[in-house]
Nanobody, 126 residues
Framework: QVHLVESGGGLVQAGGSLRLSCAASGRIFSYYNVGWFRQAPGKERELVALINRSDGFTYHAASVKGRFTISRDNAGDTVYLQMDGLKPEDTAVYYC???????????????????WGQGTQVIISS
């Protein structure tokens, strides 16, 4: 069992920055690929960014590429999402999720993720 807790959300003006954190406890976090997903009101959940369990592979959705950066600190059992140049369309609840991996690339399918946090709200004002 892996327990995930997101933090760092809030209300900022367009163009501002936030840093989301996903703190893990439970099983060895370095065995898990991690993804950030988001869901805006009335919309489906979408993939934002992925990071591999250990080799540094990352993926960022086209809508956030160049503005958001995913990283992880396995020693600290934490994954981060640095969000710069925020736009009103980034407003959503952001979730982190963990996928147990045998050292493969992270899955792009949210149904592959075994554990989810409770989410943190991000609101960007124009």
């Amino acid at each position: 069992q892996v327990h995930l807790v997101e933090s760092g959300g809030g209300l900022v003006q367009a163009g501002g920055s936030l840093r989301l954190s996903c703190a893990a406890s439970g099983r060895i976090f370095s065995y898990y690929n991690v993804g950030w997903f988001r869901q805006a009101p009335g919309k489906e959940r979408e993939l934002v960014a992925l990071i591999n369990r250990s080799d540094g592979f990352t993926y960022h959705a086209a809508s956030v590429k160049g503005r958001f950066t995913i990283s992880r600190d396995n020693a600290g059992d934490t994954v981060y999402l640095q969000m710069d140049g925020l736009k009103p369309e980034d407003t959503a609840v952001y979730y982190c999720a963990a996928e147990l991996s045998a050292n493969g690339a992270p899955s792009f399918d949210s149904s592959s993720y075994d554990y989810w946090g409770q989410g943190t709200q991000v609101i960007i004002s124009s």
